[in-house]
């Protein structure tokens, strides 16, 4: 499958990449210069226990390429994973823009998604309390388009001159590297109460939004404003948002430090195995449009990423999906050194002077070139535009382009002084021309002095359970600092956001509780609370408890259920093997009791058999507690009902039993559509 340049579709990237692939399995063995091999096992020596000779150019290349293996990690957004998917407009924008992936209805791109935890290192787990990286590179006929987001609409700081101070904060402790990808700590918090532009992203972090119990169950967004500018050079603001069609859904803490354990991969192995089994997940794109002269038209400064733009107020208009149905073939080739930058932008989409989007234009190419050791990173298979590129940059480590002919300069007779710049009608990327005067100065504008409204704002459209997890976070968080003076500045600060949230950590961490806040806004915005998503079964993972004698033939109707709404499930039991499941039948045991854990499962079905022993009783027991006390849903049928009476669950919120195997698989389907059951006493 060769690519052709001149052809595009949402296949175009695939077809390119398939002529830097290879397979290795069957092939004989050669060094990198192709030499074939007779030996791999035994280095070259002087006699058969004398020193090894350096002429062994084999061992030479082999251990030297080995230890070169690897490269810098992400100052941020190290932990990552990414999958291939294709974009789809609805309908077409050129109304507002001129960017052709966005102009027609039903045009498809091929895109390329990576996902990440920010503050912690490569091997890192995956289930942390943290913001995500969300970043996708559309391959589009007339460049690549990088939309480099995160799961969370604002971020800490208001300008970038700050970033790397923050990222300092947030990493582990440089005097005994502790903690590791957490923010539970004096640093991070010490920033925290003297940099207050951060009040409104830390309620966020503090919110279920940064224990996200799937990549395939949280939102995307761009951040800052940016531009959409259409063929008659009229200019939009922008805002861009992901929505994910699973709606948005998250972990309980307590689970996912347990996760943290059991499965550091948790995050990666879901979206790896969704993909495989064709669950391929889907957001769709959603724009948020602002007309120029409307800029100043809102409490809050468009400008300003501590801020977002309530939908409420200004509407998501949605326009587009995009779905990741491909795993990547190699993890390092194309996760690791796909390189994003923001500044990568299509003709119909600009910049704002939102002074972090400034800032962050400077920082992504920069970053590349130590981290993938020179300019030409953007040969890179995972990185190539899929349309043709052309110009006078020459050289540098590992090219890999063979330029032509003598010239590398412009202009030049010789070759008629091309490449030569297009017009704009041509496809020439023209910036806008916005006009800007004003005097050179170090200074933030009055307008982004306001860092409490919004984080307000937040708390307030929490449901009830919402705000108690949010106030038990940031009383883990700042329980887990040394100095009490910290813990003091931090509840001081947030008694501007809400006096009750300020009291009640206080309480909990053994400080002082303030007596007034100041906060004045009843505002709220609906769509921030987790309580109004999209409410789904689908893609769900039971856990299911069997024993041997289970009642096979009923309970493989419940099993055939779930499967064809849509469901998955594991098996799980005492011992590996096989269970008869009745009519013939024979049912495989994915996991033991050990081998998986029930915070692995969005839900628990115990259906046990006639004869287990004590520890199967205790083993099961356990499952269903944990998951009892994770608030999600429990099924039982059969034996399995001993162990709901045995602990007090049966008939508490999303705890389904019954005897008819229909009634019981719909109503045990719909306590898992709820997600969780925050009204159960645990
Ligand atoms: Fe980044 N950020 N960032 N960031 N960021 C990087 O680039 C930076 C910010 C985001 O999967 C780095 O290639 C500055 C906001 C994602 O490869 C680096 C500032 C948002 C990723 C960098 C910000 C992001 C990065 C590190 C403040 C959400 C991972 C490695 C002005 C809109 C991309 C790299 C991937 C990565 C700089 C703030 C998202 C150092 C200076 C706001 C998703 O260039």
Same mark, same amino acid.
């Given at each position: 499958m060769a690519h052709d340049p001149k052809k595009f579709d949402e296949n175009s990237k695939n077809e390119q990449l398939e002529q830097f692939r290879s397979d290795d399995s069957g092939k004989d063995l050669t060094t990198n210069q192709g030499l074939k091999l007779s030996e791999d096992e035994f280095s070259l020596k002087a006699g058969e226990r004398g020193p090894t000779l350096m002429e062994d150019f084999h061992f030479r290349e082999k251990m030297t390429h080995f230890d070169h293996e690897r490269i810098p990690e992400r100052v941020v957004h190290a932990r990552g994973f990414a999958a291939h998917g294709e974009f789809e407009a609805y309908e077409s924008l050129e109304h507002l823009t001129k960017a052709k992936f966005l102009s027609k209805k039903g045009k498809k791109t091929p895109v390329f998604v990576r996902f990440s935890t920010v503050?912690?290192?490569?091997?890192s787990a995956e289930t942390v309390r943290d913001a995500r990286g969300f970043s996708t590179k559309f391959y589009t006929e007339e460049g690549n388009y990088d939309l480099v987001g995160n799961n969370i609409p604002v971020f800490f700081i208001q300008d970038a001159i700050k970033f790397p101070d923050l990222v300092h904060a947030i990493k582990?402790?440089?005097?005994?590297? @502790? &903690?590791?990808?957490?923010?539970?700590?004096d640093t991070f918090w010490d920033f925290v109460a003297n940099n207050q532009e951060s009040a409104h992203m830390v309620m966020w972090t503090m919110s279920?939004?940064? @224990? &996200?119990?799937?990549?395939?169950t949280m939102d995307g967004f761009g951040v800052h404003a940016f531009r959409f500018v259409n063929a008659e050079g009229k200019s939009h603001f922008v805002k861009f948002n992901w929505k994910s069609t699973l709606g948005v859904h998250s972990l309980v803490w307590d689970e996912a430090q347990k996760i943290n354990g059991k499965n550091p991969d948790f995050h990666r192995a879901d979206l790896h195995e969704a993909i495989e089994s064709g669950d391929y997940p889907e957001y769709e794109l959603g724009v948020q449009i602002v007309p120029e002269e409307d800029e100043h038209k809102f409490d809050f400064d468009l400008l300003d990423a501590t801020k977002m733009w309530p939908q409420e107020e200004i509407p998501i208009h949605i326009v587009g999906k995009m779905t990741l149905n491909r795993n990547v073939d190699n993890v390092f080739a194309e996760a690791e050194q796909v390189a994003f930058h923001p500044g990568h932008v299509v003709p119909g989409i600009d910049f704002s002077n939102d002074p972090l989007l400034q800032g962050r234009l400077f920082s992504y190419t920069d970053t590349q070139l130590i981290r993938l050791g020179g300019p030409n990173f953007h040969e890179l298979p995972i990185n190539r535009a899929v349309c043709p590129f052309h110009n006078n940059q020459r050289d540098g480590y590992g090219r890999q382009t063979i330029n032509k002919g003598k010239v590398s300069y412009q202009k030049s007779s010789f070759t008629n002084h091309t490449p030569a710049p297009v017009s704009e009608a041509d496809g020439g990327y023209v910036h806008y021309q916005e006009k800007v005067e004003g005097r050179k100065v170090r200074k933030r504008s009055d307008s982004f002095k306001d860092h409490f409204s919004q984080a307000t704002m937040f708390w307030n459209s929490m449901s009830d359970a919402e705000q108690q997890h949010i106030i038990e976070a940031f009383s883990f968080e700042l329980g887990k600092c040394d100095s009490i003076d910290i813990r003091q500045q931090v509840v001081d600060m947030y008694a501007n956001v809400n006096l009750k949230l300020a009291q009640e950590i206080a309480d909990n961490i053994g400080v002082k509780a303030p007596e007034t806040g100041n906060t004045d806004t009843s505002k709220k915005s609906p769509a921030l609370s987790q309580e109004n998503t999209v409410k789904s079964a689908k893609t769900r993972k039971v856990g299911v408890i069997v024993a041997p004698d289970f009642n096979g033939k009923e309970v493989m109707e419940v099993l055939d259920q779930l499967k064809s709404k849509g469901l998955q499930y594991e098996i799980i039991s005492e011992k590996q093997g096989k269970l008869d499941a009745g009519n013939g039948k024979q049912l495989k045991i994915d996991h033991t009791f050990t081998t998986a854990d029930?915070?692995?499962?969005?839900a628990i079905y115990a259906v046990g058999g006639p004869d287990v022993s004590k520890k199967f009783a205790r083993n099961a027991a356990y499952y269903v507690t944990e998951a009892f006390g994770h608030f999600k849903p429990i099924g039982a049928t059969h034996e399995g009902k001993k162990w709901l009476d045995a602990n007090g669950y049966t008939g508490e919120p999303g705890v389904v039993t019954g005897d008819s195997m229909k009634g019981f698989a719909d109503s045990f389907i719909d306590a898992i559509a709820a997600h969780r059951h925050w009204n159960r006493e645990v």
């Open positions: 503050a912690g290192s490569r091997g582990p402790e440089p005097h005994n590297e @502790i &903690p590791q990808a957490a923010t539970a700590h279920d939004r940064a @224990i &996200p119990r799937s990549l395939r029930p915070v692995l499962f969005d």
